[in-house]
């Protein structure tokens, strides 16, 4: 039997570790098989693959926010012996999320037609081919809503190597999958089988690796109607965010598709899946924070506070440098990667969107402090409010100002959730508003004229030195300024072990 402990510094700096290889391998993956795949498919099909990586990825979290309250509930539960009632618990979450999937694989299915004829501006010779390749989309959806579950027993075990182990291959298969199917056709209905495929064998292993890591919980079957109002009753706010926020984040591309063009979706999507590719990094990080929050805010706040500074600081130091690189590098490296003809269209969508990518890092150590504290109601609300305001300015700033718009859109709304996030959650850790206010506010000031400066038109050399200027002139800066005493002699005593290893 698994006898569960709370994390250390050391397994919480490797379970980040596999975090990160879970989730970065498939981003390199896709930057190689993404130009061959436009290549393969034409400009059009590849637009339409675009929207069913949304789908599949959306309708997979739509999962009424069970699978985050099931990490919570498990992970703040680690007494070490056998709870029946928690196993109960799991079976009864497994049992909804099997309910759930069915149900939007139904309502799906049945709305593509509709979504296609009306809603997108699908080329009438592609239709058909578009409609089948939506049942394919559609029956993947209950295997992704399941596995939400599965991985959450995963991660609330701090079984991160295992849920990882099976990441990983799904991740790079997703890109894989449709490059291998696109060199023997370019029809889109069999690029989105090869997605349900993929699919079907992810859910098989992460049934497998939750037998392995939590026996007591997946051997103990039966159902519960008092642990279903329990969970139920915390994962209602989380439902919110967890249908809201993702609905908001890929709305965009509905939107082009509907008000611009199927070809214009592609222009967008591309620079978007790229750099949200970005989010590999605190997502590994607030990955595993998650559940430490859920253990340590109510027993330690002094450790929580200190997990949230870290996490804030830290996510900030290595987001910004990679941001302003993609900022700056943006023309030159889409005319290598893709081609002029991308470059012209999607070099302002993808500098406007690294810049929300930056906010959205920061602030995402902020969501999963008020979630793993049991204050899923705030997310909830502040997903609610933010929903209206969205869809108004995104589809004002798309008729006015086309791709770019949407980019400048979902820029803004990102930057404006991070901000009460970090307001919320430095109140819930009694820390004081002013002082953090003025601790970061030269940092933010700083960073705002660096990648305004880097978005300007300059020669590819002139561009390099810049970049090569910012970091001999930042890294001091950070080295003195910005990490603690502390923090220097361990990053100081952790080099030479790396170079020795």
């Known amino acids: 039997m698994v006898t569960p402990k709370r994390p250390g510094s050391r397994s919480l700096a490797a379970n980040v570790i596999w975090n ?3 989730q970065g391998a498939p981003l390199l993956v896709a930057v190689l098989a993404i130009p061959p795949l436009i290549r393969a498919l034409g400009t059009e099909r590849f637009g339409l693959l675009s929207l069913a990586w949304v789908l599949v990825g959306y309708f997979s979290i739509f999962d009424l926010g069970i699978g985050r309250a099931l990490t919570q509930i498990v992970a703040g539960n680690l007494k ?3 709870d029946p009632a928690m196993g109960r618990l799991v079976w009864t979450s497994l049992a909804l999320l099997s309910l759930l999937g069915v149900a939007l694989a139904a309502v799906l299915a049945a709305g593509s037609p509709w979504i296609l004829g009306h809603f997108l501006k699908t080329p009438s010779y592609l239709y058909a081919e578009a409609l089948q390749a939506s049942i394919f989309v559609a029956v993947a959806v209950p295997f992704g809503v399941i596995a939400t579950g599965l991985r959450g027993i995963l991660e609330a075990r701090q079984a991160f190597f295992a849920s990882n182990l099976v990441r990983l291959p799904l991740g790079v298969l997703t890109y894989l999958a449709p490059l291998a199917v696109a060199t023997l056709t370019n029809h889109i209905d069999a690029i989105c089988a090869s997605l349900l495929v993929t699919r079907v064998l992810a859910f098989g292993a992460y049934v497998f690796a939750s037998y392995r890591v939590a026996p007591d919980l997946m051997r103990a079957r039966g159902l519960t109607r008092t642990g279903l109002r329990r969970l139920l009753s915390f994962s209602g706010w989380m439902a919110v ?3 809201v926020a993702p609905f908001m984040t890929y709305l965009d591309r509905f939107v082009i598709g509907a008000f611009v063009s199927i070809t214009a979706v592609a222009y967008y999507a591309t620079p978007f899946d790229v750099v949200t590719r970005l989010f590999v990094i605190p997502a590994g990080v607030t990955g595993v924070m998650f559940p430490a929050f859920a253990t340590r805010y109510a027993v330690k706040q002094h450790d929580a506070r200190q997990l949230f500074v870290r996490g804030v600081k830290y996510l900030g130091l ?3 440098p990679i941001t302003l690189a993609f900022v700056t590098l943006a023309k030159p490296g889409l005319q290598l990667w893709l081609g002029p003809v991308f470059a012209d269209h999607s070099t302002s969508v993808l500098q406007l969107l690294s810049v929300g990518v930056l906010m959205n890092s920061v602030g995402q150590v902020a969501f999963v402090l008020t979630q793993g ?8 609300v502040l997903s609610l409010i933010e929903l209206p305001i ?6 004002v700033l798309v008729r ?3 791709i770019e718009g949407a980019a400048l859109a979902w820029t803004i709304r990102t930057g404006l959730d991070a901000l009460v996030l970090l307001v919320f959650s430095s109140r819930l850790l009694n820390m004081s508003l002013a002082r953090s206010t003025t601790a970061l506010l030269a940092p933010v000031v700083i960073g705002a004229a660096l990648l305004g400066l880097g978005a300007l038109p300059m020669t590819l050399i002139t561009k390099l030195a810049f970049l090569a200027i910012v970091a001999a002139a930042l890294i001091p800066i950070v080295w003195l300024r910005l990490l603690s005493p502390g923090e220097r002699s361990r990053l100081a005593q952790a080099l030479p072990h790396a170079k020795s290893g």
């Open 318 to 320: 290595v987001m910004f």
């Open 20 to 22: 990160l290889l879970g």
């Open 400 to 402: 006015v100002a086309g």
């Open 390 to 395: 969205y869809l108004v300015g995104l589809v």
């Open 80 to 82: 070490g012996d056998r």
């Open 241 to 243: 965010t967890n249908v």
């Open 373 to 380: 504290s049991g204050r899923p109601r705030f997310t909830g």
